[in-house]
């Protein structure tokens, strides 16, 4: 079964940081691409980041403004999502997301629980 586990969220103070990991199994990690997203309260689910299987390519959505940072392990099935200078709107459940991925020969997306992080004073 596919399964991806996040963790790391939690309470950081305005301008701190936290690091986000989200270990996979039950498929072939190192052939796909991974994302993270996150859902603000009340607003849409909003897409952070993606990175290539390799890790060579990634792409950042045009708000995240240079503060997160995606990367993988793949020796340990493992996506971050580094995040600094963090602010209360970025309060939100993170998710870990796999948007292609083929099991039993067929193709379909994964999403993790998510994982709360909480920006307060």
């Known amino acids: 079964q596919v399964q991806l586990v996040e963790s790391g969220g939690g309470l950081v103070q305005p301008g701190g940081s936290l690091r986000l990991s989200c270990t996979a199994s039950?498929?072939?990690?190192?052939?796909?691409?991974m994302r993270w997203y996150r859902q603000i309260p009340g607003k849409e689910r909003d897409l952070i980041a993606q990175?290539?299987?390799?890790?060579?390519?990634?792409s950042y959505a045009n708000s995240m403004e240079g503060r997160f940072t995606i990367s993988r392990d793949n020796a340990k099935n493992t996506v971050y999502l580094q995040m600094n200078s963090l602010k209360p709107e970025d309060t939100a459940v993170y998710y870990c997301?796999?948007?292609?991925?083929?099991?039993?020969?067929?193709?379909?997306?994964?999403w993790g629980q998510g994982t709360q992080v909480t920006v307060s004073s």
């Open positions: 990175i290539s299987n390799t890790g060579t390519t990634i």
């Open positions: 039950g498929f072939a990690f190192s052939n796909y691409h």
């Open positions: 997301n796999a948007p292609s991925v083929v099991v039993a020969g067929e193709r379909g997306a994964y």
